[in-house]
């Protein structure tokens, strides 16, 4: 029962291998049920992390979303057409699926791609510094820019392609691109768009931001009746046309240091909107990645993975209640 937990800019995950947790591998979700997820990922309680990346799992439960536990919220961004260097091998690509801190299903994310792709590649599960991962929320090309011993790991993600359109997000309405709308929640009015980039996001730029905003209006953002499936949201400052600077409160985990898909999705509407160039670097409390938004809108993000720890999970956890 061995975890293994990694930080991309304070955004941490613990890698659970299923074939090192047999009992929920083969239950009917596949997967650690949700109340187990919920307290390993307690701060206090538990191990203590932003969620669970469990894989390798085979290819068709890795791209399904259909899971069993909580239900994957589903977004429909178009596969990466980059090349990634991992047609060649016959094998099926690794598959990944990811949890949030609160037992639900997350369809992608950047920083937890990013992170599985390390452990991928540090295991020798992997051939190679370019390879494909699946997720609910599609393919992600990986290349390893950099690894060294005792140091963090550079790494780039093929994030796939954005789409602004309401029904693959989805945002409540006809079908309409999802830019520069307007929002009420909690007693003020906001200016958002929408993108899906395999996950939903609402993005919302303003003058200024802080950590107060995302806190006081993002669980009431999440909520809000335009997102049927919830969404995660983020407060977006332009600092000049090459960077931005983002507040980030996550559907299923709260506020959040750094996120991947935050940053794709963030970087994708300033872009759209006119607001920067393709190139920018998306500065979060937890540090900064590199976004790139290419002319038919595919992504690529590029950062820093750290390994923190590795360990077992005690039986005592494993048995204690959800609440503790």
Same mark, same amino acid.
């Given at each position: ?8 800019? #304070? ?36 191990? #203590? ?276």
């Amino acid at each position: 029962m061995r975890f293994y937990k990694y930080h991309a800019l #304070g955004n941490d995950y613990l890698v659970l291998d299923p074939s090192d947790y047999r009992e929920w591998s083969r239950s009917a979700g596949g997967a650690p049920p949700a109340e187990q997820i919920r307290l390993i990922c307690h701060r206090h309680y538990g191990v #203590g992390s932003d969620g669970i990346l469990w894989g390798p799992v085979p290819q068709a439960t890795g791209t399904t979303s259909t899971a069993p536990t909580s239900g994957v919220r589903n977004g429909t961004a178009a596969p990466d057409r980059a090349s990634g260097g991992a047609a060649h091998h016959s094998a099926p690509p690794p598959a990944l699926r990811i949890f949030n801190p609160d037992g639900s299903e997350a369809e992608k994310s950047g920083n937890g791609l990013r992170i599985f792709a390390r452990y991928l590649a540090e295991h020798g599960l992997v051939q190679g510094d370019r390879f494909s991962i699946h997720t609910a929320g599609g393919p992600a090309q990986v290349e390893v820019l950099e690894r060294s011993a005792g140091r963090p790991w550079r790494m780039r993600i093929g994030m796939g392609r954005v789409t602004f359109d309401s029904p693959q997000i989805p945002v409540a309405g006809p079908s309409r691109e999802v830019l520069g709308e307007a929002i009420a929640a909690g007693g003020r009015h906001f200016s958002f768009s929408a993108a899906s980039v395999g996950n939903p996001h609402c993005v919302i730029p303003l003058p200024e931001i802080s950590e107060e905003l995302a806190r006081q209006y993002g669980p009431v953002i999440e909520t809000h009746p335009l997102f049927p499936q919830r969404i995660n949201v983020q407060f977006m400052q332009v600092i000049d046309r090459a960077n931005i600077r983002i507040e980030i409160w996550e559907r299923g985990a709260g506020y959040t240091l750094a996120s991947g898909t935050s940053s794709s999705a963030a970087a994708a509407v300033a872009h759209r909107l006119g607001l920067v160039d393709a190139q920018v670097t998306v500065h979060m409390p937890g540090g900064t990645l590199e976004a790139e938004v290419s002319p038919d809108w595919q992504l690529t993000l590029s950062g820093t993975v750290t390994k923190v720890a590795e360990g077992t999970i005690a039986p005592d956890l494993r048995a204690a209640p959800a609440n503790a």
